[in-house]
């Protein structure tokens, strides 16, 4: 039985308005192409999109991401929100922040943060986050969030992704899916809630979290590759970095890697 058991969702999470209403698909080309076309047609703030599957689901620049059948999260949030472009960082931020909340909830495992949109344990990314926004007559806005979560894949699903694992590999136990996905949108409200009166995300509790502080990184950033050191993470969520000239770079999106593997 691969579907996902959404009235047990609808039952057992807290929150007053992300996931009062769910669109369950057992396959879909994506969960975030899947709000959008629901944006389309109208109201939709706090929906929550889960797939059993996903044909076409898609990481950060436009990467295929593997959402097979039975064993994952593949879900988006849909937000009506008029967030500039600083907001939307941050937004990426926290929900980094919610899902590693989320996921070291379920699992009780160390749970970190690979500045920007990885969530990883035991060195490896269990999981990750695409955020897209999209706007309608040029006013209203709306904010998807896609979380795609490796759930209950195998160590054997992950021969040819070095750096891939799953929650249930890292905690060699079956994870259910349909608490994964409760614990995702309870922190998730929680932490947005907070945002939305405060503007502020919680640095401190990113630096706590990230893998890479004070590590000598890999930057692909603006078609250039540099070498430097993470240094610090700003309450904008950005990264400042120090390349050995001594030249200091804040950084709001790139991707990142260690200097020999995915992190070290
Ligand atoms: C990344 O690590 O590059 C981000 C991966 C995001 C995957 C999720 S799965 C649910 C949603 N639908 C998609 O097509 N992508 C996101």
Redesign the pocket.
């Known amino acids: 039985m691969n579907n996902i058991d959404v009235n047990y969702i609808s039952k057992n999470i807290k929150t007053h308005t992300i996931g009062k209403k769910i669109r369950f698909l057992s396959s879909v080309d ?4 899947e709000c959008k076309r629901i944006i389309n047609c109208g109201e939709a703030h706090g929906m929550v999109v889960i ?1 059993d599957t ?1 044909t ?6 436009n ?1 295929e ?1 593997i ?1 097979p059948s039975g064993v ?1 999260v ?3 949030i849909i937000l009506k929100s008029s967030l500039n472009s600083e907001d939307l960082i941050k937004l990426s931020t926290l929900t980094c922040l919610s899902v590693r909340k989320a996921i070291e909830t379920v699992t009780e495992l160390n749970t970190y943060i690979k500045w920007p ?2 969530i990883v344990i035991n060195k490896k ?1 269990v ?4 955020i897209e926004s999209t706007t309608i007559k040029q006013k209203t806005k709306f904010v998807i969030i ?3 979560v490796n759930v209950n894949q195998s160590r054997s699903n992950f021969k040819t992704l070095d750096n891939a694992s799953s929650l249930a590999v890292e905690k060699q136990s079956y994870v259910k899916r349909e608490e994964t996905i409760c614990k995702i949108i309870d922190c998730f409200e929680e932490y947005y809630k907070e945002f939305l009166i405060t503007r502020r995300i919680d640095i401190d509790e990113l630096k706590k979290a990230s893998v890479l502080l004070h590590k000598r990184v890999v930057i692909t950033y603006a078609n250039k590759e540099i070498i430097a050191n993470v240094e610090d993470f700003m309450e904008d969520g950005s990264m400042i970095v120090r390349d050995d000239l001594d030249n200091v770079f804040s950084i709001s999106s790139a991707s990142v890697r260690g200097l020999n593997s995915y992190i070290d």
């Open positions: 994506s969960t975030n192409q797939a996903q076409n689901g898609r990481g950060r620049h990467r991401w959402s994952g593949w879900m988006s949109n990885d990314k999981s990750g986050i695409l896609g979380i795609g």
